[in-house]
DNA sequence: ATTTATTTATGACTAAAATCATTGTTTAAT
DNA sequence: ATTAAACAATGATTTTAGTCATAAATAAAT
């Protein structure tokens, strides 16, 4: 499932500086390189499991992963994206409910675990950890919410077109300008919410208008302004 | 828009003791009572609008309150409802963003209103509350993020079967067995994120099936379990 | 009490997107 | 290199739910 390997170093991680953790003092800092245990995870497999209780939170170092809610069908919503220096498997943990949603790797990654114990440590003892995860709830639930609404309010042309721009922003781009990730038009259909086969479609379509440029799994925004106009986001 | 009027006394409200505010000192209470600032609002007035900056935390003494975001045609959708005892505005607050929904009265509230430097010493003097401001974004956000995944994934008539399900446990029942709200059709639609006639075809749909009576705005669930079997949830 | 406005109800029609079916293409496995 | 499996593309059809229109019923206002 997942093999052992030499831990990354917390000190000398650059994602750790952009996250939740970056305010942790030099002591903490050593505890969680102590306490914590790295994997590499290849793609396909899964972190933790929607109903499973989390016993830690898990910091991704590198690699690509989704968090999904499974539906009646066994279709797949795609809640969240994550990459290296995010932080998963907060929200269960700090409600003390069991996991909502699945993460499973979609390019191999190399994962830390920080057990509940130091998790919670953290947490009670550095004030800043815990203004930071406020925030990072706060925002993650702006993001819930926004997508609830224009899941109700918004044909599919205009969420996918939002969905192009969300992962142009959140993968950034490559040597060619593409967006730097090979996602299936399965998933990018279970971040939209919608068929596979709309999703072909509309990237066609999207492409016929020059918006953007197709070449297997790779996607290239050719029309950024475009996009946001079909998006009709004016925010 | 707003009357002033005799404040109802922290220490004395039964609504505290089972929201986030349930574990403050004397004395933060005795602070709360003197820096807070109590308004009666009418039926249709709004307590805070989408796009303004927060400058405090509102706390619903009394009535009944939706959240919501607008849509591109000005159609609302409802992302939360509140009643007496729940807190309003954190999100925003706490995230340091403007509101992202606008809150309105349903049925006349008395709201607290508590400004911003006093919920934020509270919150960094009280290792409590923080963590069940914690425990309350994640909560929400496991709501936004299945109203999600439901929206993306089950037909109307399942979505309305839960909502109702949910005004249900939410308003609790009046004597002759009703949930005890009054809720236009077309705020059901709103939350259910479907169109008001949708609505009331399904509702209709439900009568007919005896599994709910209906009388004006008045709705009684007749059959639970049978609506339990129609919304398809099985957790 | 009567008028006006709003909300609820129902029918007819349209549009959007899902599903089903089939073929071509890429990717992975042996 | 060849086969198998997974993925992408496209067409035809059906289903779902939205829109428009109009009438009945409630609720609000004068």
Redesign the interface.
Known sequence: MKSQFENPVCDECRSRLGNVFCSLSTAQINEMDTEKNCSIYKKGQIIFNEGNKPAGVYCINKGKIKIY?T???G?E?I?RLAKEGDVLG???L????IY??TAAVMEDATVCFIPKRTFFEFL?TN?DL??K???L??????E???????????PVRERMAEALIMLNEFYGIDNDGAINASISREDIANIV??ATETTIRILSDFKSEKLIELAGKKIKINNHKGLIRTA?IFD
Chains 1, 2 share one sequence.
């Open positions: 809610q539906g009646e069908e279709k919503q809640l907060y929200r269960a700090i409600s003390g409910e909502s949603g009670h004030s815990s203004t995860m406020m925030q709830l706060s925002h993650d639930l702006r819930a919410e926004s997508r609830l609404t224009g899941l109700a309010q918004k919410g919608t009709h």
